[in-house]
């Protein structure tokens, strides 16, 4: 029995003894396989299997699952996004004033971009230097005939957003301005009662809790009446002016005709820019009418503001002091915005010049219109007064 059970155990040891080496080679074997990664354990405990990390960052790893990948992939789109927005906003700035155009985009031959404002300011400072006006970019030649609207840009322009000085939400610029005016709630806006005197200005949306408890609807008839005089005061003078119109078209002599001021330059060292109309006729008598720039500056291109002066030549011989009153308008296919001023005058056959009397243009940016443009184009009026 203790035979038999000694040879079983040895009957069985060759096939054990296979078996056990190849469990123990097996082993090893995975041992081999695994042992970078069982050596690296102990030390780099954050490393997997194949030293992979579990935490590393989801655009650069390629095993994230596709949802994280996704989420990825769009906060990326949306920083492209603002990028694309801040590089049009370079692009298609002016390249005078380096801002967006408000309103028409000029381009030289060369393609480079002025804003309305700036491509007459240009060219007006060119009239006044006696220069021709070129590009700031490439320096070549621009004028009215040689440069053109880019209506591409401005309908790009348009879309861009910006800001709401009031409500600073963004908005296209091409709705912009009806916002500000119509449906911002933290526009500036002025209370009812303003045309009796209320000074009060705040955000619409305050509006009606103000209006409701104004003061001003409850002030007595004496104290209506003393704000009503100061507006009467400053309705007078349009009213004088109007009603002097109305009187000059009574006249039995009236006179009118489109005159078209030409650019001359002085003979002085320093030449002076001005302006001077043809002879034309009106009432009969032979006229001529003359300009200047800021009453003949010496370096009116230094200067931001800019005027217009003017004085009418009667260059006829006349038997008889001649009394007139005589205004200018714009031209009947020009922009400029000029207010009615009449002035009078008696022209003698010695004292036949006016002094130079203002041009009436709104501002220094109508000014640049007319010095930008080849010539001025206006309609004089002349009202002969009989005694």
């Known amino acids: ?75 990326g789109g949306a920083e492209g996004s603002v990028k694309l927005e ?33 491509f007459i300011h240009l060219l007006a400072d060119a009239r006044l230097k006696e220069e021709q ?58 209370c009812k009662y303003k045309r009796i005197g209320c000074p009060w200005q705040g955000p619409y949306h305050e509006l009606t809790v103000h209006e409701a408890e104004c003061t ?26 109007y ?4 009187s000059l078209l009574s006249f039995e002599k009236i006179g009118y005709t489109e005159v078209q001021f030409r650019p001359y330059r002085t003979d002085d060292f320093i030449t002076r820019l001005y302006y001077e109309t043809p002879r034309f006729t009106v009432l009969n008598q032979t006229w001529v009418l003359k300009a200047r720039v800021n009453d003949s500056e010496r370096n009116p291109n230094l200067s931001c503001k800019r005027t217009l002066s003017f004085q009418l030549i009667l260059k006829s011989k006349i038997s008889s002091p001649m009394e007139c009153s005589f205004l200018l308008l714009k031209g009947p296919y020009d922009d400029v915005k000029i207010n009615p001023v009449i002035y009078h005058f008696v022209f003698t056959n010695e004292n036949n010049e006016t002094e130079y009397v203002p041009l009436p243009i709104i501002d220094s940016v109508e000014c640049n219109k007319l010095l930008a443009a080849k010539n001025i184009n206006l309609r004089l009026f002349i009202f002969q007064i009989q005694k």
Do not use: W
């Open 86 to 118: 801040e590089r049009l906003y370079s692009v298609l700035c002016c390249t005078v004033c380096l801002d967006l155009p408000k309103a028409s985009v000029y381009q030289c031959t060369n393609g480079h971009l002025m804003c309305a404002g700036c």
């Open 1 to 75: 029995m203790s035979g038999a059970e000694e040879r079983e155990p040895g009957g069985g040891g060759p096939a054990a003894a296979s078996s056990s080496a190849a469990a123990s080679s097996s082993a090893a074997g995975l041992g081999e396989a695994a042992g970078p990664a069982a050596a690296a354990g102990p030390e780099e405990p954050g490393l997997l299997l194949g030293g992979a990390r579990p935490h590393a960052e989801p655009a650069a790893d390629p095993d994230a699952p596709p949802k994280k990948r996704l989420k990825v992939a769009g906060a």
């Open 133 to 190: 006006a070129t590009c700031p970019n490439c320096r070549c030649e621009i004028s009215k005939s040689l440069c053109c609207r880019n209506l591409a840009v401005e309908k790009a322009v348009s879309e861009l957003p910006s800001e709401c000085g009031f409500c600073m939400r963004q908005f296209p610029r091409s709705l912009l301005e009806r916002h500000q005016k119509e449906e911002c709630q933290d526009r500036v806006t002025q």
């Open 216 to 241: 001003h609807p409850t002030k007595t008839g004496n104290e209506l009446m003393e704000i009503l005089d100061e507006m009467d005061q400053t309705h007078k003078k349009e009213m004088q002016l």
């Open 243 to 246: 009603n002097s119109i109305f």
